[in-house]
């Protein structure tokens, strides 16, 4: 059970139990023990979770979820350990457990940051960048991706140097839309191919660790249906890689 399932059965049970209370269990309470009748204990809890429920089911269906970064695939933006926020509203207001739009707010953009449910399992959240929209034809060639017959420029960025297996990796700094943001293309990694188009309704992802990735390019990912976005990241608010010490200067840094 996740965590929206589970606050939306508290929720539920809560509200029941004062309902409950309210109308059928408190009027006959009165009459037997007049206005000094005291409630019973369970919807005494009951009616102060109710609110507490409620409101952080709010906050986490339309509002901020927080995240852990569980892989090195979103490189050299995201690294292992990293704990951030997702935004929930940009692309629509869902309603939690169902995950059916309420109501539209905006459209994915194309360079975006955003956490996912695999299609093949929706229990498990991938995040990845947007490379592709429906119908975008996307060819992918020795790491240099083109969409819709335009590349993706890219100009070097230097060398990695975050000290861990990927260090004196390639950076690039790549371009879409107008929107730049940094990958990285490890040598001792294969570079994976692609050639399709988006079809309607779907996404096309990519990590920024190009070359160590499982991504759209894969068919362990695909395409994924709009229906799976969860939301855009928006910043870092903890990185600890237990049993290593927290990098407090990560804390705050905007997800680009």
Known sequence: MDFETLFTVLLLVCGLIVLADRMLLAPKRRAVQGAAAREP???????????????????????????????????????????????????????????????????????????????????????????????????????????????????????????????????ERERIDGREHLIMLAPERRATDFDAVVPPGHYYFMGDNRNDSEDSRFDAVGFVPEQNLVGRAAFIWLNWAFPSSPQWRRIGTRIR
Do not use: C, W
């Open 41 to 171: 204990l369970v919807v005494e809890y009951a009616a102060s979770f109710l609110p507490v429920v409620l409101i952080v089911l709010i906050v986490r269906s339309f509002v901020f979820e927080p995240f852990r970064i569980p892989s090195a695939s979103m490189m050299p933006g995201l690294i292992d350990g990293d704990f951030i926020f997702v935004t929930k509203y940009p692309y629509g207001l869902k309603l939690p457990v169902v995950n059916t739009k309420i109501l539209s707010t905006g459209h994915p953009q194309r360079g975006d940051v955003i956490v996912f449910r695999l299609p093949s399992n929706p229990s498990i959240d991938y995040i990845k960048r947007l490379i592709g929209l429906p119908g975008d034809h996307i060819v992918v060639r020795d790491n240099h991706v083109s969409v819709n017959g335009r590349d993706l420029p890219q100009t070097a960025a230097g060398l990695y140097v975050g000290g861990s297996e990927f260090t004196g990796a390639a950076l």
